[in-house]
């Protein structure tokens, strides 16, 4: 079955540097990727979504590249702020429609 | 444009009880999701409806059902609550299954306590 990491369960960064998270897949290869942003008690919030035929999508401060050879999608926060800090989830979808399966998240920590 | 709604917030039954929580998706929106995130286990997948059908079910057992009303607005039924059953239920919904690349819109949660 298809499985999703997302190899940090915390990262701690200065205010100002950028975040880097990662997300691996196995097995097949996803339509496409979301990443949500989650923070205590509430439901995610999706932030960007990039297609398999996409390299690198970007929004604002934040930035997200999809390597389908690596199995592999990095997310970037650059100028973060203590404001960011929040969990982070990378979700995939098989086809081009249906139900989110879900990475158990890096909880982000920018320190001021 | 009101977001997805979810109630009650906050639901606490006993063992063996029965739950139901219910979800009002984004109005347009003709799917919705259901998952659980139970603590240290991330967001399991529950059900998909679609246009009032069940689309998809994830890896939990049949005690764990649903149903889409014809306003496409939903309900999780959970019998025979168990321990386990803790969890934040999260409700999501998107445009429907033939729209491509759907992104999901959440509710803020039932959190349900089993003693």
């Known amino acids: 079955s298809q499985k999703i990491e997302q190899n940090s369960e915390a990262l701690n960064i200065q205010e100002g540097k950028t975040a880097t998270l990662t997300c691996n897949y196995t097995n097949y290869s996803p339509a496409y990727l979301q990443w949500y942003r989650q923070d205590p008690g509430r439901g995610p919030v999706f932030l960007l979504l990039?297609?398999?035929?996409?390299k690198e999508k970007r929004k604002e401060r934040l930035k997200v590249t999809f390597d389908t050879t690596l199995k592999q999608s990095l997310f970037h926060i650059t100028a973060s702020q203590p404001a960011d800090s929040a969990t982070y989830l990378c979700a995939l979808v098989r086809g081009s429609q249906g139900n989110l399966i879900f990475g158990k998240g890096t909880k982000l920590s920018v320190k001021p | 444009e009101a977001g997805v709604t979810q109630s009650p917030t906050h639901l606490i039954k006993t063992r063996g009880q029965q739950a139901t929580l219910r979800c009002s998706p984004i109005s347009g929106h003709t799917s919705v999701y259901w998952y659980q995130q139970a603590l240290g286990l991330g967001l399991q997948f529950l059900l998909w409806y679609d246009e009032g059908e069940e689309r998809n079910r994830g890896n939990f057992p049949p005690r764990f059902s649903g149903r889409q009303f014809p306003n496409y607005s939903s309900e999780l039924n959970v019998n025979a609550l168990e321990l386990e059953d803790s969890a934040l239920y999260l409700c999501?919904?998107?445009?429907?299954?033939?729209?491509?690349?759907?992104?999901?819109?959440f509710g803020p949660g039932t959190r349900l306590t089993v003693l």
């Open positions: 999501a919904s998107s445009l429907g299954s033939g729209q491509a690349y759907n992104e999901q819109f």
């Open positions: 990039i297609r398999e035929n996409e």
